[in-house]
């Protein structure tokens, strides 16, 4: 390209950039103005009312259930998922006699669509003929048709097995690839200086990967925070509002009750979260890329 | 490196251990797929049903299975397409030209692919409804473009960036206009990224469920995701049928991923890794 062919840049870039502003960058600022005004069934034409749905939101007692369960349910897929991804990649980067087919089988349950896991796991978590339970009754853990889905107690902590399930396999793919640009020599460094395993893992491993972790942690915090299809499908957000996390509220109360407005402010309060978590994410990565040397 | 006979005994025994975590829930989908509607579950469970029978397939493709199976091949079918295209287009822009404006639409971009669905929804179903658009073809195939076009344009930045750009240099200097090195040069050599790229917005369309579920109500335009979350309903326990159902809808993308995952792989940890 020489400096005169400048027009082919913008004729290139022009569809997808009108596309992006009319479909992403556009709604954005439309939810914003949406949670200004009060539509409901009733009276379905929009009518401003400033700061009431607000109020009306941030005074119902959905609203602290609702960002206590966004927490619990992001923090726990997003450690756990982590925590097994990078195991799984460790056990799979040994050179042991199966690793190739496992690396290629433990990507299964992240090519598998959301819906299908749901329903899947629904008939999994079934007290009577889901395959848990029996599991339970043939380790002798337990005899005892567990509702877990059905209880307050126990349906977010087997929501997010599914999702930690169904999602370790993408932390693990970038771990592995993380793992394999380890320096090999600082690694036979350390064993000739007598480290263990564990010592070559916290004093040479984890340090050289230490930007791919935080990177990988703070990319699945946005994911995990947006997600949607898995809990729908298996709780609706419930049994009593146990499972009800940001996505599901704001489906429910828009397209569900038709309250847009109401909709709207949870979605402008998601926006905000995530606004934070995407501020952690370029200073991890400015930090990250900062720090490499080729980059 | 060499590992301790007993310490490679365990790690054997954390492989099989992880290799059942992950099968075991797909061998029981497959196994009641097959089990016949008059075998009554044994509870506790019995992994394989005593006279396995493909009659859970017959019955669930149904005419229904079918619509919502054309439904889904042709929206995502057209996606893919669309996406792909608009994504290289793009990405060529922003790999091969520094200008501070592009550098600052490419964190747009990037800032794009964080957007929750559940918080845009709103504004697109109401300009779908102004549009008429919804329950067609058109609003899921312009949402499905749209959502999959951030992380499109960053996969195939990537590997355009690590193409040697000499090449089409080179026809430049030979008297190829910029269209011609983008068709000819460009367009055959990114090959494997576009497939990455394809595998992407495949996997991610095949299984879209919010905008399906909130554009969509009649029967006749529902994609296979929906139409599998009605079935719940409607079959109440029939889960062998389910659960045939369920197969029919993974396998499409799940054998493409397994033909093409060494693209995609690529694709994806290159971009995640290397920044």
């Known amino acids: ?295 | 490196m060499n590992l301790a006979p007993s310490t490679r005994l365990v790690l054997i025994l954390c492989q099989i251990a992880l290799a059942f975590f992950v099968l075991l829930p797909f061998f029981w989908m497959f196994s009641v797929s097959l089990k016949p509607a008059t075998e009554p579950f044994a509870i506790p469970a019995r992994l394989w049903p005593e006279s396995p029978t493909l009659d859970n397939y017959v019955t669930a493709f149904r005419p229904e299975f079918r619509t919502y199976f054309m439904n889904s091949l042709i929206v995502s079918g057209a996606s893919v397409v669309i996406t792909v295209s608009l994504a290289l287009l793009a990405a060529y822009s922003f790999a091969r030209r520094t200008l501070l404006i592009l550098t600052a639409l490419m964190a747009l971009v990037v800032l794009a692919q964080m957007f929750p669905h559940s918080a845009i929804i709103i504004p697109i179903y109401k300009v779908m409804r102004t549009a008429d658009l919804l329950n067609t073809y058109s609003s899921l195939i312009i949402a499905y473009v749209s959502v999959t076009l951030p992380v499109a344009i960053w996969m195939l930045r990537g590997f355009l960036l690590k193409l040697p750009v000499s090449l089409e240099e080179a026809a430049a200097i030979d008297g190829a206009g910029p269209l011609r090195v983008f068709f000819e040069i460009v367009v055959p050599l990114a090959r494997p990224g576009i497939i990455a790229t394809g595998v992407y917005v495949l996997i991610v369309t095949w299984q879209e469920f919010l905008f399906a579920l909130s554009f969509t109500s009649t029967k006749e335009m529902r994609t296979l995701p929906v139409g599998l979350n009605d079935f719940i309903g409607q079959y109440g326990i029939r889960y062998g049928e389910l659960m045939a159902s369920s197969v029919m809808v993974s396998l499409p993308v799940i054998a493409v991923f397994f033909f093409l995952q060494r693209y995609f792989v690529a694709g994806l940890t290159a971009g995640a890794v290397k920044g």
């Open chain 1, 1 to 295: 390209m020489t400096t005169k062919d400048r027009w082919i840049i913008w004729f290139f870039l022009t569809p997808a950039l009108i596309l992006m502003g009319v479909m992403l960058y556009y709604p954005m600022i439309g939810t914003v103005i949406e949670s200004f005004y009060d539509t409901s069934f009733i009276s379905p034409e929009p009518r401003f009312v400033g700061w009431t749905v607000y109020e009306k939101v941030w005074n119902s007692r959905q609203f602290p259930e609702v960002v206590w369960n966004s927490i619990y349910w992001t923090i726990g897929v997003v450690l756990l998922q982590n925590v097994l991804g990078f195991f799984v990649a460790m056990l799979l980067n040994q050179g042991l006699p199966a690793q190739g087919l496992l690396r290629a089988l433990v990507l299964l349950p992240f090519v598998l669509p959301g819906v299908v896991t749901a329903i899947l796991w629904r008939f999994m978590y079934d007290p009577q003929l889901g395959l848990v339970n029996s599991l339970m009754i043939w380790l002798g853990l337990f005899e005892d048709n567990a509702a877990w889905l059905a209880n307050a107690d126990t349906a977010m902590a087997a929501v997010i097995f599914v999702a930690v399930w169904k999602g370790f396999p993408f932390s693990m793919l970038i771990y592995l690839a993380a793992l394999q640009n380890v320096d090999k020599s600082q690694l036979e460094a350390a064993t000739i200086d007598g480290a263990g395993p564990w010592r070559r893992l916290i004093d040479v491993t984890l340090p050289s990967i230490k930007d791919v972790v935080v990177v990988n942690i703070v990319l699945t915090l946005i994911l995990t925070f947006n997600y949607f299809d898995i809990v729908w499908v298996m709780t609706r957000g419930g049994p009593q509002n146990a499972t009800h996390i940001f996505p599901t509220r704001i489906f429910e109360t828009g397209f569900g009750q038709f309250r847009f407005g109401e909709a709207a402010v949870y979605g402008v309060f998601s926006i905000l979260i995530l606004a934070v978590l995407v501020a952690l994410y370029v200073i991890v990565q400015t930090g990250a890329s900062r720090r490499r040397p080729t980059a």
